[in-house]
């Protein structure tokens, strides 16, 4: 089958990959434009661009597809048999979608219809689900309502980051996807129950900033979700701090007020959180400094008890 790609990201490599080795041929791959990376700013190519390049795939670059013609011409010009999405980054146009025979479809790194939106493994963490999964569908003009063509559940791990859940899911859907497409003349799609849906928006930076009025429960989701980014902070003194690592602490008698350090030893440095919880910093990174572990960094700040992270 004649394809044409669209995908940027990491997590978009392993479908790539598995699709080329499936005996499917990839005619073009549409990717988002070069973006300054790093302290120099140079312009760095997404990860999918520099796989295209190393398989002498040709690209087309868009900052915004549906508003570009020469997009459409080039599907025109290719006649794929069916478009493939893979966290592309940006709304396709109808006139795309429909293009090919077999039309568009993507993966989408959660059970639809939970969790819609560009963000579904970070919610699925922050939300407390203990699975999650994959569904590959049909595009069409709203935001992943299309028909369902196949799902697989996931299970998540208790201590797994949205990191290394998003790069289980890559591995997983990639096999999905290719099953799918395989498949496709034959699947009967089925329609997503509308009425279920829940939705995981564009996670921000300041998304990441704790507020120690919640629970040491929910704190100990945020970092798992946004790590690695956008990073889960708070500010002690004034200065930002990265937490990196921690867990809730175990019930115990505790007073304080949310965001007081009711403790200090080797383990870390315990805070007051709200419902009469302890969360423990295990490792944290200091503002312009290197991650190191929380008891460390309590010695060079002379951290004491009754103080507070803000």
């Known amino acids: ?53 190393a398989e002498g795939i040709p690209i087309y670059q868009t900052t915004r597809i549906r508003k570009d013609p020469i997009a459409v011409a080039k599907l025109r010009e290719i006649n794929p048999d069916l478009n493939v999405v893979v966290a592309f980054g940006q709304i396709i146009p109808e006139s795309i979608i429909y293009l090919p025979p077999f039309n568009s479809i993507n993966l989408h790194f959660s059970l639809l219809p939970k969790f819609r939106g560009a963000s579904p493994v970070q919610w699925a963490i922050l939300e407390g689900e203990t699975t999650t999964g994959l569904t590959v569908f049909e595009l069409n003009e709203k935001l992943d309502e299309g028909k369902i063509l196949a799902q697989e559940m996931v299970d998540i791990s208790p201590d797994e980051t949205a ?14 996807l290719v099953k799918t497409i395989s498949r496709i003349q034959d699947i009967q799609p089925q329609e997503q129950d509308h009425a279920r849906a829940s939705f995981a928006p564009r996670i921000s930076k300041d998304d990441g900033k704790i507020n120690w009025i919640k629970d040491a429960h929910f704190i100990e ?7 690695p980014w956008p990073s889960t902070y708070a500010f002690y003194q004034g200065k930002r701090i990265k937490v990196t690592k921690g867990k809730r602490e175990p019930i115990k008698p505790a007073k304080g007020k949310p965001g007081e350090i009711v403790s200090v030893d080797k383990k870390g440095i315990s805070v007051m959180c709200g419902g009469k919880t302890v969360f423990l910093i295990a490792r944290l990174q200091p503002e312009n400094k290197k991650e190191m572990k929380a008891y460390d960094f309590s010695l060079g700040a002379h951290i004491k008890t009754g103080q507070f992270f803000s």
């Open 1 to 53: 089958m004649r394809l044409v790609f669209f995908g940027s990201p990491e997590s978009a490599l392993p479908s790539f990959r598995r699709i080329l080795g499936s005996g499917h041929s990839i005619e073009l791959v549409i990717t988002q434009p070069d973006r300054p990376a790093g302290r120099g700013k140079r312009l760095s190519y997404s990860p999918v661009k520099q796989q295209a390049l």
């Open 163 to 176: 990191a290394e859940l998003e790069n289980r899911l890559a591995v997983i859907g990639a096999e999905l």
């Open 221 to 227: 989701r945020q970092i798992r979700a946004f790590t």
